[in-house]
Each structure stands twice: as structure tokens, then as C-alpha cells.
């Protein structure tokens, strides 16, 4: 049935396709018995897949990767579609548009997808304020993730204060922060990656986490481009500044390897790559992290995961949870169900 939807939408543009399908699903939940009905087809019911981290209870160990809920905007309908956490954002300090339209792209041939958004968000404030009203209305929560990045505007040297001010706005309705540096759509971001510029932001975040009665869960979220020799770094300081956990891993700039016809991708132009082309060095990333990290920080995989056996594949080679995000794209709303059917049979 999702096959015949999924060629029907993918006849339009990707990022109005996105928003006109999660407000289609927003509308169906506001009637009780609809979203009740909805989330027995697809809310996992195994037993045994549960899973605490961080000292956080996941109802299973599928979640949504960032950027999908960019603004925290349907939080209850991705809870009703099975998701064992999801995490909102990326968030900024003030409210960006993004880069310009279009920015979103999918190369069906490859299952993949590119991106240039630019961190488009309503800014750190009214997502608060919409994380507030969601936590006071809703009896059972599903647990959420910040991820946290700078405006386009701020320069890197003062990176650490825009991530200051994100932590210190959601500390209170969030349940653990996700750091991101990784991503390739805002110029510069990326050179936050090397060690000097993320000890300046962790100093900080960890300065403030400490001051509260009950600090939160603080992973960084790192690209699959890295070598081996900037792995081993951000081990090292991953173990100094007693993170919590990472996210392996953001989009890809590589290009190689894809069935897409060359001259669409010239076409398409810049922007980070997601999918079935990311699953094989994401795999990669995670089983050297989990071996460098001897079980002393979790991983949270995510790249490339579109059914079962791509999960078995990420947790086996070290990976505590997982996040979809293209496979939701490709797979459709009963991802998170197979994923843990497949989970509970093995």
C-alpha cells in the first residue's frame, strides 16, 4: 500500500511533500479514535525491546533522527506512528530561513536523499515554549532529544555561546542534547569538529549541565567523513569532557559510488547525502568508535537503516539505539514496527 502513496508523492516536490504528509497525519490525530486506531497499526508491541540509556526508559530503540521535526511541531503524531524517541532540531538561538528553496532532494535510484536546509528553524524560544505546551497536555511522553547548532550569522570563535544559550533554553524540556558540528549545509560548521573549538563548547555546556540538580544527557553528533585520526580524537575528547554518549553519524559530502545519473547531481548541486550510499561507512564509523570507546560511551547509529536487518547490523557492530530518518522517507510509516518485529525474533 505505502509503495503506491510513496510513488504518488514522490511525483512532487520533496520539502512540500514532507510538511503536506505530517500535516495530513496531524489532522487524522486530532480524532481520538483515528490516533487510536493509527497507533495500534503501528506502535511496536514486542516484548524485550526496551532499552535504558542515559537513565532514560526507550520503549524500543528506534528513533527519529534530527531534522526531521525540526521545530518540535509533531511530536505527538511521530509518537503515535511507534518512535521510541525523537529528536527535534536542529535548534538555533534565533530563527533562520534556511538556504533558498529547493533544498531537499530525493535520488530514488540510490534510496538516498540531499539536503542543504541550513539549520531552517523557528528559533530556540517558540520551540521551548511548544516543548513546554506539549509536556503539560500530554499524560505519556515520548522521550526527546535536542539538537543544538549555531546561526549562520555567528562567527566560530563565538560558536560556544550560541550552543550556550540553546542548552540553557531547553534544559528544562528536553531529555538529553545531541551537539551538532557535523553538518555540511552552514559554512564553517564543520572546522567546530576539531578539538580545540569543541573542548571551548563542551567546557561550557558541562559547566552549566553541573549547576543543576539533574544534569542532562550530553552526546555529540559527528560526520562519517572523518579519518581514523579524527575519530581517535574525538574519543579522546569525548572521554575528557565525560560525554554522555555520541551520534554516528551526520550526512555525507562523498559523492562516490551513486547510480544517479551525474548530470542530475550537478543539477541538484551541494548539500549532504543520506541513505542506502551512507549505510556501508556508517557501519564503518560506529564499529571503530565502539572498539576505541570499550563500552565507556554509547552510540546512537544513524545513516543508512531502512529495515530490520540494517538495525541487527548497526547494534551488532556496537550501536546502542538507532535513528531513521530517509529510510522513514522510503519505508513509510511502519518502519519502526518491522524494525522491532525483526529485533524480537532474532
Known amino acids: 500500500m505505502y509503495a503506491i502513496v510513496r510513488f504518488i508523492l514522490f511525483q512532487f516536490n520533496t520539502e512540500a511533500v514532507h510538511y503536506f504528509s505530517m500535516n495530513s497525519l496531524r489532522f487524522f490525530c486530532k480524532f481520538g479514535w483515528l490516533r487510536s486506531f493509527i497507533s495500534k497499526q503501528f506502535t511496536p508491541t514486542q516484548k524485550g525491546i526496551s532499552k535504558t540509556l542515559f537513565g532514560l526508559t526507550f520503549g524500543n530503540p528506534v528513533g527519529l533522527g534530527a531534522g526531521f521535526d525540526k521545530n518540535a511541531s509533531y511530536l505527538l503524531e511521530l509518537q503515535t506512528l511507534g518512535f521510541g524517541f525523537v529528536e527535534i532540531g536542529t535548534v538555533t538561538p534565533l530563527p533562520q530561513e534556511g538556504n533558498s528553496k529547493p533544498r531537499l532532494f530525493r535520488l530514488p535510484k540510490d534510496k538516498a536523499l540531499i539536503n542543504r536546509m541550513g539549520f531552517n528553524n523557528d528559533g530556540v524560544a517558540i520551540i521551548a515554549k511548544r516543548l513546554?505546551?506539549?509536556?503539560?497536555?500530554?499524560?505519556?511522553?515520548?522521550?526527546?532529544?535536542?539538537?543544538?547548532?549555531?546561526n549562520k550569522i555567528t562567527p566560530n570563535e563565538d560558536a560556544w555561546k550560541d550552543y550556550l544559550i540553546c542548552f540553557k533554553e531547553l534544559?528544562?524540556?528536553?531529555?538529553?542534547?545531541?551537539?551538532?558540528?557535523?553538518?555540511?549545509?552552514t559554512p564553517g560548521l564543520r572546522e567546530l569538529q576539531?578539538?580545540?573549538?569543541?573542548?571551548?563548547?563542551?567546557?561550557?555546556?558541562?559547566?552549566?549541565?553541573?549547576t543543576k540538580a539533574t544534569p542532562k544527557p550530553l552526546l555529540l553528533k559527528i560526520a562519517p567523513d572523518l579519518t581514523n585520526e579524527q575519530l581517535d580524537e574525538i574519543v579522546a575528547l569525548a572521554l575528557e569532557m565525560k560525554l554522555d554518549g555520541l551520534v554516528a553519524t551526520n550526512t555525507t559530502i562523498d559523492r562516490n559510488n551513486l547510480i544517479t545519473d551525474k548530470e542530475i547531481l550537478t543539477q541538484i548541486g551541494a548539500g549532504g547525502?543520506?541513505?542506502?550510499?551512507?549505510?556501508?561507512?556508517?557501519?564503518?564509523?560506529?564499529?571503530?568508535?565502539?572498539?576505541?570507546?570499550?563500552?565507556?560511551?554509547?552510540?546512537?547509529?544513524?545513516?543508512?537503516?531502512?529495515?530490520?536487518?540494517?538495525?541487527?547490523e548497526k547494534l551488532k557492530a556496537g550501536a546502542s539505539l538507532v535513528q531513521v530518518w530517509t529510510g522513514f522517507v522510503y519505508e513509510g510509516p511502519s518502519i519502526v514496527n518491522n524494525i522491532c518485529s525483526y529485533l524480537a525474533g532474532r
Open 132 to 150: 513546554q505546551a506539549y509536556k503539560a497536555t500530554t499524560k505519556h511522553r515520548i522521550i526527546i532529544g535536542g539538537n543544538i547548532g549555531k
Open 171 to 185: 534544559h528544562d524540556v528536553v531529555d538529553y542534547f545531541v551537539v551538532n558540528v557535523s553538518s555540511p549545509n
Open 194 to 210: 576539531e578539538k580545540d573549538a569543541l573542548t571551548k563548547i563542551f567546557k561550557e555546556l558541562q559547566a552549566y549541565n553541573f
Open 273 to 312: 547525502l543520506s541513505g542506502k550510499p551512507v549505510e556501508k561507512r556508517n557501519t564503518e564509523v560506529v564499529t571503530y568508535l565502539a572498539k576505541k570507546l570499550n563500552g565507556q560511551i554509547p552510540i546512537i547509529a544513524s545513516g543508512g537503516i531502512f529495515n530490520g536487518k540494517d538495525a541487527a
